[in-house]
């Protein structure tokens, strides 16, 4: 099964960009449709972008659209999620998530593997 480790949180200001990255390993990377999760303190796991393992196909949340950027490189095994324009309500814990389909899936409870997050933090 496919194992998810996360890295290129921190802390940043109002406006300021971070590009996460999401490495897989012990899986076939390209079977897999790929999505960016995050969590905030006192709220449920909501749903930032994700990318479909057939042709490279996005959807995200209205919060990130023109902001954020999700992308994926297969021969590295490897999901990017830029963030641009970030605001402190994009505060939260991000998590990188897999699931074997070739559909854009925006529900948590869909994915079957997780990374353990990575904390983002925007100050004002």
């Known amino acids: 099964q496919v194992q998810l480790v996360e890295s290129g949180g921190g802390l940043v200001q109002a406006g300021d960009s971070l590009r996460l990255s999401c490495a897989a390993s012990?899986?076939?990377?390209?079977?897999?449709?790929m999505g960016w999760f995050r969590q905030a303190p006192g709220n449920q796991r909501e749903f930032v972008a994700a990318?479909?393992?057939?042709?490279?196909?996005?959807d995200y949340a209205d919060s990130v659209k023109g902001r954020f950027t999700i992308s994926r490189d297969n021969a590295k095994n490897t999901v990017y999620l830029q963030m641009n324009s970030l605001k402190p309500e994009d505060t939260a814990v991000y998590y990188c998530?897999?699931?074997?389909?070739?559909?854009?899936?925006?529900?948590?409870?869909?994915?079957?593997?997780w990374g353990q997050g990575t904390q983002v933090t925007v100050s004002s």
């Open positions: 012990r899986g076939t990377f390209s079977l897999y449709t």
């Open positions: 998530a897999a699931e074997k389909t070739p559909l854009i899936l925006k529900m948590p409870g869909l994915y079957d593997y």
């Open positions: 990318i479909s393992r057939s042709d490279g196909s996005t």
